[in-house]
């Protein structure tokens, strides 16, 4: 769940840029990192919420006379010195006696933040042999930019909150953060073990089908998903390795990677967090699949965001991460030559019915003949990416590439014994997971 809210809405980001901003172009892929709070009670997400647009007030104050002074001619360290130890009252005082600014005047989406639930409206659904509308109810985003989301009097009154969710029986006197933090349960990945990260494409038989891919593999479709793959490595350097087929990709992060250290998670934890990797990773492939398509397919419109859902899993040792890698490469070769055989047999007039019954039960061997008899393909003469998927390491020069050999062997993991070897510790602390901050500077 977590995965595929953050990753959907990095595509939608991406796909929405050129609404908001029709002169710029996304120069760089933005990302999200996700968790998830378990509120327990209704009293625990009241006080959640009352936090997070709190912390939008605090920070937006600190933002706004931060800017100011900026533009008025302060250094990025004089601002800071400037406004170190400042309270409230004193930023407040501030932009008004020096900018002019009276603060609660600004717009409510700055300082408030913004509230979205679904609210019942009346829609016309279709019209009676008489011409006259037949209307329903339905649910609709609605945006809000109100002053306190939780109190009683704006939460009680809306009827699908309080339907879906329950009523606020008390008002918020102090909101206490470490309470609200108590409630984050994270899934810790085990150190000194090579982690996993494996994402898949959600509902892609569909998306693909709406987009029109061809069967049963589609080149630029898969060289997109490809170029995501080159683009994650290069932007997360702990990650050493990646494998590909179809609509998933398995990411491979070496065995001391402090990947955590660069989250700059507000829980200030030393433990490495399986959300905060997966997310991140997720969200910034979701965003360049948006950003790149076009590239692959410009005379094919993207009709929806894309999404993808990850995982995390750890492997002790180099022969069971080989053996893991192994086995999705022999996935590939299986799923691929029943595809083959399949969409050949539809082609040729089967319906799909008819073309899984005559599949049924047959062996690797019976599907070679079965395509190389009736439709004088030769299996192994299709193209390596088709039948091999796709891996993306990074050589010595730190150039990634791609390529589509056979990891199942052993010699190929000693011919290329660089890409899991251990890099010191202290080169990742160049790498960083670039996200979207509420840092004033």
């Not at 339905?138 to 002053?147: D, E, F, L, M, W």
């Not at 990416?385 to 000693?414: A, C, P, T």
Request: hydrophobic share 35%; aromatic share 14%; net charge positive.
């Amino acid at each position: 769940m977590l995965t595929l809210i953050v990753s959907f809405f990095s595509s939608v980001y991406a796909t929405k840029w050129k609404e908001f901003f029709p002169q710029k172009e996304l120069e760089y892929p933005p990302s999200f990192h996700a968790r998830v709070i378990s509120c327990a009670t209704l009293e625990v997400l009241q006080v959640y919420l009352a936090w997070r647009q709190n912390a939008c007030h605090s920070d937006n104050l600190c933002r706004t006379c931060f800017w100011m002074l900026i533009r008025s001619g302060k250094t990025i360290e004089e601002a800071k010195e400037a406004l170190k130890d400042c309270q409230k009252e004193e930023k407040n005082e501030l932009l008004f006696q020096r900018f002019g600014i009276n603060y609660k005047k600004l717009p409510e989406m700055f300082r408030q933040g913004s509230c979205i639930f679904k609210t019942e409206v009346e829609v016309v659904v279709k019209y009676d042999e008489h011409g006259n509308p037949i209307k329903r109810l339905r649910r609709k985003p609605n945006i809000v930019h109100t002053q306190n989301i939780v109190a009683k009097k704006f939460w009680n009154e809306q009827l699908v909150l309080v339907k879906e969710l329950g009523g606020f029986e008390d008002e918020i006197a102090k909101i206490k953060t470490e309470y609200v933090k108590s409630f984050l349960f994270e899934n810790k990945l085990l150190p000194s073990t090579y982690i996993v990260i494996r994402i898949d494409g959600c509902h892609f038989h569909r998306f693909s089908d709406i987009h029109g891919f061809e069967k049963p593999n589609d080149a630029q479709a898969l060289n997109l998903m490809n170029t995501c793959a080159v683009a994650v490595l290069k932007e997360f350097h702990d990650i050493v390795f990646a494998y590909g087929v179809s609509d998933e990709y398995s990411f491979v992060l070496r065995k001391n990677s402090q990947f955590n250290q660069r989250q700059a998670s507000v829980y200030k934890t030393d433990n490495i967090f399986s959300s905060q990797i997966v997310s991140a990773i997720v969200s910034f492939f979701s965003t360049m699949y948006a950003m790149k398509w076009k590239e692959f397919f410009p005379q094919k419109n993207l009709k929806y965001p894309p999404s993808f859902d990850g995982r995390a899993v750890c492997y002790p040792s180099e022969e069971i991460l080989q053996d893991y890698l192994a086995w999705r490469q022999v996935d590939c070769h299986i799923n691929n030559q029943y595809n083959t055989c399949f969409w050949m047999l539809v082609k040729s007039g089967k319906t799909k019915a008819e073309a899984q019954q005559c599949l049924k039960g047959t062996q690797t061997q019976e599907k070679y003949e079965l395509l190389s008899r009736q439709f004088g393909t030769d299996y192994s003469s299709l193209p390596v990416m088709f039948r091999q998927g796709s891996f993306v390491y990074r050589m010595k020069l730190q150039e990634v590439v791609v390529d589509h050999s056979n990891i199942i062997e052993r010699s190929f993991w000693k011919e290329y014994s660089s890409i899991l070897e251990e890099m010191p510790a202290h080169t990742s602390a160049a790498n960083e997971c670039t996200q979207t901050s509420v840092s004033a500077s």
